[in-house]
């Protein structure tokens, strides 16, 4: 790296620091594991140095001095991913994307936006509703992360099921390959390979993003929330696969399974149809209270716990229906009759509200558990509505040797939805709590795929998932390495990601 300093330096205009701070700073993302580490004492390896490129060529400057010298490149957004995505495992050179941070005039007529890969995404959707306008793309760590990010790691935001996601939203991406070829791809190609499609969800191994053309909306002009308790998860699935086979296209759908339930609280029916049977009051009243009390005091030994969450079974489900007044106010009322046959009980719009309220609560809340000696991760897979419950039920089996398995269907889709398990985990000591941790996720990712879940829906793959999602490729495994042979002969570009 030292002989190469000097080039870089002047590339990128003095624009670069071996600073130990900044090497630390980006060296790191928030994958759980590496906070385990950490509370060990152990720090993930850092780059070497980091760069600042502020312009397309200093970007292909760099990559071609790097390929020169065979130092490895790590393209850096705001380290929110949780995958371990940017540990320089390899050392290299930290690529931060932040002085990218353009945001174009939005074209009415053909309603979209250029915007630099380094626009943190608070700010760009900021930005976008003074003016009327909005991407729809409401990640939890909206506030943490980056456009490159989301365009890396194929980001899905909490309004996918009506916006789509990040992948839906791009017209076209710009950048550079790891030849150190500048690259724009064409807007939405209706004829030959669709270029962007194939680079989209490289996290930073195939190309480093400049900037893309987003698509955006006209901002909604009414939200209607409705909430339903439901007798089962399977009807609840049902209730939702119904809604999508409609061709209904709700905004927010989130399915919490009991145990979930039991922690985002049970507000009180605005308007119940139906009074409750007695099993559901006492769902409501006895049960999330003594299952939270032993959930918090019996971490070490989940096995006491999660069979004890199978006495519950009532679910909570939350639509958010936005768009024109009239036609939210349409859809809401199709959802409601394709839930109450389900055997819903309709909770009014309370509880979509107050989730709405707290939509990014959750974030603030994870460190803090982080730091009383447990861990806690989350997995989202993704599968076709015909292996959604089966895969529900296999990770439930297998993870809950290890932790307290909670799960919540959200970002559905006519085709199926992804599952978001939260586990909790804890041990007598940091290197069994790790050990822990890590017998977790091969047991869980594992019962996940082979019950016909997708690797992820958008975290990404990082180093966390990189041997499943290999795996999971089959004979697809050789065309993704000819790409990377391709785009990245040397292969400087994020050594170890996604297996490459
Ligand atoms: C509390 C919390 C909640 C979250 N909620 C969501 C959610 O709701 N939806 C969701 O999709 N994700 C979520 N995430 C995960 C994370 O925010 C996303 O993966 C996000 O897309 C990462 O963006 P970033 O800018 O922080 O990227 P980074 O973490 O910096 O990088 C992620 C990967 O992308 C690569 N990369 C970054 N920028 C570029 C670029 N310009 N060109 C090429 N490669 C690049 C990196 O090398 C790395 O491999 C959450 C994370 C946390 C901690």
Redesign the pocket.
């Known amino acids: 790296m030292l002989e190469a300093r000097g080039a870089l330096e002047a590339v990128v205009r003095g624009r670069l620091s071996t600073r130990e701070l900044d090497r630390l700073a980006t060296g790191r993302?928030?994958w759980p594991l590496t906070l385990l580490w950490l509370r060990q004492g152990k720090v993930p390896p850092p780059p070497d140095a980091v760069v600042w490129p502020g312009t397309d060529d200093e970007v292909a400057s760099v990559v071609r001095i790097a390929r020169e010298r065979r130092l490895a490149l790590?393209?850096?957004?705001?380290?929110?991913?949780?995958c371990g995505?940017?540990l320089a495992v390899h050392g290299g050179v930290m690529v931060d994307?932040k002085r990218f941070d353009t945001i174009g005039p939005v074209d009415p007529v053909r309603r979209c936006v250029d915007v630099g890969?380094?626009v943190m995404g608070e700010t760009l959707e900021r930005r976008l509703a003074a003016r009327g306008w909005t991407l729809g793309h409401f990640?939890?760590?909206i506030g943490?992360?980056?456009v490159?990010?989301?365009?890396?790691?194929r980001?899905?935001?909490?309004l996918s099921s009506r916006y789509g996601k990040i992948e839906d939203m791009v017209l076209s991406v710009r950048?550079v390959l790891g030849t150190g070829e500048r690259f724009e791809t064409p807007e939405r190609p209706f004829d030959g390979p669709d270029v962007a499609q194939v680079l989209l969800g490289?996290?930073?191994t195939l190309?480093?993003?400049?900037g893309a053309r987003l698509r955006v909306h006209p901002r909604p002009e009414a939200r209607v929330f409705r909430a339903f308790e439901v007798p089962s998860v399977e009807r609840g699935l049902e209730a939702i696969r119904r809604v999508f086979r409609e061709g209904l296209r709700p905004a927010v759908v989130r399915l919490y399974d009991p145990f979930d339930t039991t922690f985002v609280g049970r507000a009180k029916p605005a308007s119940p149809r139906k009074a409750p049977s007695k099993r559901s009051a006492l769902e409501a009243t006895v049960l999330p209270g003594v299952l939270k009390r032993l959930a918090i005091e019996t971490l070490g030994r989940p096995g006491l716990v999660n069979p004890l969450t199978r006495l519950a079974t009532r679910s909570r489900l939350i639509f958010m229906c936005e768009g024109e007044a009239k036609h939210a106010a349409a859809e809401d009322r199709a959802i409601a009759a394709a839930c109450l046959s389900m055997g819903g009980v309709d909770l009014g719009e309370g509880p979509g509200r107050e989730w709405y309220r707290k939509r990014y609560d959750?974030?603030a809340r994870?460190p803090r558990l982080m730091e009383a000696g447990t861990f806690i991760d989350t997995m989202e897979v993704s599968a076709p509505w015909d292996a959604v419950f089966e895969v529900y039920e296999r990770v439930r089996e297998v993870a809950g040797a290890y932790a307290l398995v909670l799960c919540h269907f959200s970002h559905a889709y006519a085709d199926g939805c992804s599952l978001y398990f939260s586990f909790v985990g804890s041990g007598r000591t940091e290197a069994e709590i790790e050990d822990r941790y890590q017998q977790l996720w091969r047991a869980a990712l594992g019962a996940a795929t082979s019950a016909g879940a997708n690797v992820s829906h958008?975290?990404?793959i990082?180093l966390l998932k990189a041997r499943a999602y290999q795996d999971s490729l089959g004979e697809g495994r050789h065309a993704l390495a000819t790409l990377k042979r391709l785009f990245d002969p040397d292969g400087i570009l994020?050594p170890g990601?996604l297996g490459l």
Do not use: R, Y
């Not at 980001?155 to 909490?158: D, F, N, T, Y």
């Open positions: 993302d928030l790590i393209p850096f957004g705001a380290g929110s991913g949780v995505g940017t994307l890969a380094g990640p939890s760590s943490m992360s980056t490159g990010g989301w365009l890396a790691a980001s899905a935001g909490q950048g490289s996290e930073g190309c480093v993003f400049t959750v974030n994870l958008h975290h990404g990082g994020n990601k």
